[in-house]
Every structure is written in C-alpha cells, then in structure tokens.
C-alpha cells in the first residue's frame, strides 16, 4: 500500500480521494437518510431549500424531496461510471494487450478496429447505441464502455511494445514459459499502472456521459440520476433554479473529486516508477 501512502501525500490526490470517499458514504447512506423511493411524492411542491426541517434542500415541481434524490443520485453516478470505467479497461487491456504481444497482421487489424472507435466521438456512439438498443442501467454502461475503451486499448499496445523487449521478458521466452504466461506474469503487471492512472479519467467521463444522457431523457427513468433532476428543473429555471443548480454543484464536485484523485494517482505510479528504478 506504499503507493496510497504517497497518493495521500500530493494534495490533490488526498482531496480528491476525501471527495469520493465522502460521494461514496452519501451513496451508501441514501436509504439510511432517506428510506423509500426517491422518486415518490414526500410534501408540497417547489418548498425552496432550508424552509423545512424534513425537506432540507426543498422539492421539486412534484414533491420530491431534493436530498433523497441527490443522495439516490451519488449512487448512480458512481455505479455508473465505476462499472463503465472497469468495462472499458478490461476490454481495452485485452486487445492492448494480445496487439502489442502478437504484433503482425493481429496488431494491425486491432489498431485498424481502435481507430475506428476513436473516429466517433464517445457521446455520440453512447447517445447512437442507448437510442437504438433501449434504455437501461446495462445498456446504458455498455454504451459508455465502447465509446472509451479505445484509449486503454492503445495505452496498454504502447506499453507492451516497450516491455516486450525488456531482458527479462526474453530471459523467459529462452526458459520455455508459455507467451500467455509471459503476457500475464511478466508484461502485465508492468503494464498496468499508466493504465490504471488512466482510469480515473474514464471514471469521470462516464459520470458526465450519463448525466447528459439522462438530461435528454435517455436515462433509466426508474432510478434518480443528477441528469434528470437537472432537466426536471429547467423549466422553473428563473422561479427555482435550486432544483438544477444542487444536482449541477454535485456533479460538478464529482468530477473534480475524480480529476483531483487521478492527477494524484498519477503523480504517486510515478513516483514508484522512480523509485523502482
């Protein structure tokens, strides 16, 4: 764990890891703070924020309780974008990993499928993908791991090409292991670490690519996502603009938490490159 003792060293890495640390106990203690459906009608409509104790951020157009939806909210967002980011770098360390490895006719047939991905803008194959497959949790994960699993994919390549001509890696061909052995034994575990810097950047992307997506209405309109509750309040902008600037302070707070934590995550791989060097 030295790597997290030197990320809580860099100031960004300990601030953004104190965000999520605190989205995340948000997350968790949604039904704890406010049990029941999120989405259900809990009071008056449009009560402003700090007016009343049981609605602490106020309601919206319908009743809604604000708090229960920004906590519900957290938990989307970063389930979400965990689950795409994970999806996007084990699709992207696989095909990486077997073009770098493989090289030939395999690398360029890889890289030709990557350059196709990377040609269409991520949100706009999301917003292709959700709108013609349906929308759900599932798709809507999947839809966000093709549009940025490209970039793994040339990183890990990147890194295998340098690795796979290391000493020790041609030290384990002349032994007999097997290249499957070698790719996962040898090459991977050196490979991983930009990767892995890498997905802090995914996380983040795929927070805002689902918060847009719900804002246009293809999210899960079962579930309470910062998107939707932005949109919900745009048309009372001018007479409540709480109910879109609360969710949009969150996701703003989100993505600065991930993009703090990956600068410090960064810097931590970093330094134990130097070290290990």
Not at 3 to 22: H, K, N
Request: with cysteine; proline share 6%; net charge neutral.
């Amino acid at each position: 764990m030295s790597w997290l003792r030197r990320l809580l060293r860099t100031p960004e890495g300990a601030a953004g890891l104190a965000i999520l640390l605190i989205l995340l106990l948000a997350g968790l203690l949604a039904p704890v703070v406010s049990p029941g459906d999120p989405l259900r009608i809990a009071g008056r409509a449009l009560l402003a924020p700090f007016t009343d104790p049981a609605f602490p951020l106020g309601t919206d157009r319908l009743g809604r309780d604000v708090l229960a939806g920004l906590l519900y909210g957290a938990r989307t967002s970063l389930a979400v974008g965990l689950a795409a980011a994970f999806s996007a770098m084990v699709l992207g360390l696989c095909v990486g990993m077997v073009a770098g490895f493989a090289g030939g006719l395999i690398d360029e047939a890889l890289m030709r499928v990557v350059d196709a991905f990377q040609i269409v803008p991520a949100f706009l194959l999301a917003l292709a993908f959700v709108s013609t497959i349906g929308v759900s949790t599932p798709i809507i994960v999947l839809a966000i791991a093709l549009g940025t699993w490209a970039d793994p994919a040339r990183l890990t390549r990147a890194q295998v090409l340098a690795i796979r001509e290391q000493d020790y890696v041609a030290s384990a061909r002349v032994i007999g292991m097997h290249p499957a052995e070698i790719a996962f034994r040898e090459i991977l575990p050196n490979a991983l670490p930009p990767v892995l810097a890498l997905s802090a950047t995914i996380v983040a992307g795929a927070v805002l690519t689902e918060a847009a997506l719900s804002f246009l209405g293809l999210g899960n309109p079962n579930i309470a996502t910062w998107g939707s509750m932005i949109a919900e309040g745009r048309s009372v902008l001018r007479s409540a603009s709480y109910l879109s600037i609360i969710p949009g302070a969150a996701l703003a707070v989100t993505v600065l938490g991930v993009h703090l934590f990956s600068e410090g995550l960064g810097k931590a791989l970093g330094d134990n490159d130097v070290g290990a060097a």
